[in-house]
């Protein structure tokens, strides 16, 4: 089992940065890949990211790639998400979550899930 609560969303211009955090509870969050997700109102949750268990391979959507970094920090249970050149089109409810595969694009293949933090990026 594993708690997930997401911190760092916010209200920023385009062109700003925002830094995310997922902290995690339970002692096997260092066994889980974990990934980002966002949902837009209207719009079906999209993978963002996602990180493996040692946090040194990761995947990114090519709508953030070059923009957004995952990262973790196994020792303080906790999942990153450093988002630069923010665009108003990022604008959503972003979601951690935990329990699929490596690398897993499709958000049913996850268990676990953080309520949310919001996103809104003004132009």
């Known amino acids: 089992q594993v708690q997930l609560v997401e911190s760092g969303g916010g209200l920023v211009q385009a062109g700003d940065s925002l830094r995310l955090s997922c902290a995690a509870s339970g002692r096997t969050f260092s066994s889980n890949a974990m990934a980002w997700f966002r949902q837009a109102p209207g719009k079906e949750r999209e993978f963002v990211t996602a990180?493996?268990?040692?946090?040194?391979?990761?995947y990114y959507a090519n709508s953030v790639k070059g923009r957004f970094t995952i990262s973790r920090d196994n020792a303080k249970n906790t999942l990153y998400l450093q988002m630069n050149t923010l665009k108003p089109e990022d604008t959503a409810v972003y979601y951690c979550a935990a329990g699929a595969g490596a690398g897993s694009r499709l958000w049913y293949e996850y268990n676990y899930w953080g309520q949310g933090t919001q996103v809104t990026v003004s132009s």
């Open positions: 990180i493996n268990t040692n946090g040194r391979t990761t």
